[in-house]
């Protein structure tokens, strides 16, 4: 599995972006990502280095700190969902950790973009898929997220 920043995910993304616009009923200028864990890091690298999408969400995702100094480029509005224990003994790295996500969020606003970020008291990096309550918080907050910024 190619990692978030390598070109073979960036060329993965934009090839599933692409066949998603040619949908029938898709606003091709309406596209969202989700991507959890590594899926996370190559949605949000996509959307920094191509920028064409209107809306990008993000659970348990990797920052590293490299990544603040491109928050300007960012276009799309952000979601950030992260469990707070979040740590490599249940799949996430250094880069997963909480922290990371709170410094991320705050390059964000800095910067001056729109960002939203949920962070699940003791929830894990996989909390979406192994905390039933979480899992249905977290649904509602990316229907939410997507509705009402691919509706502006």
């Not at 073979?8 to 009923?25: F, K, M, S, W, Y």
């Not at 949605?43 to 990008?56: D, F």
């Not at 922290?99 to 990096?125: C, D, I, P, T």
């Amino acid at each position: 599995m190619p990692g978030a920043t390598d070109p073979t995910a960036q060329q993965a993304v934009d090839a599933i972006v692409q066949a998603v616009r040619t949908l029938p009923d898709v606003r091709a200028d309406r596209i969202g990502l989700f991507g959890h864990s590594r899926g996370g890091g190559a949605a949000l690298n996509y959307a920094l280095a191509i920028g064409n999408v209107g809306a990008i969400a993000l659970n348990s995702a990797g920052y590293p700190s490299d990544l603040q100094k491109g928050v300007s480029n960012l276009k799309a509005p952000v979601l950030i969902l992260h469990g707070t224990a979040d740590r490599a003994a249940d799949g996430g790295s250094p880069m997963t950790d909480v922290q990371m996500a709170r410094n991320f969020e705050a390059a964000l606003r800095r910067a001056g973009r729109r960002v939203e970020a949920k962070y699940y008291a003791g929830g894990s990096h996989n909390g979406i898929f192994a905390d039933p309550e979480q899992y249905r918080d977290e649904l509602q907050q990316l229907r939410s997220f997507f509705a009402s910024r691919l509706s502006e």
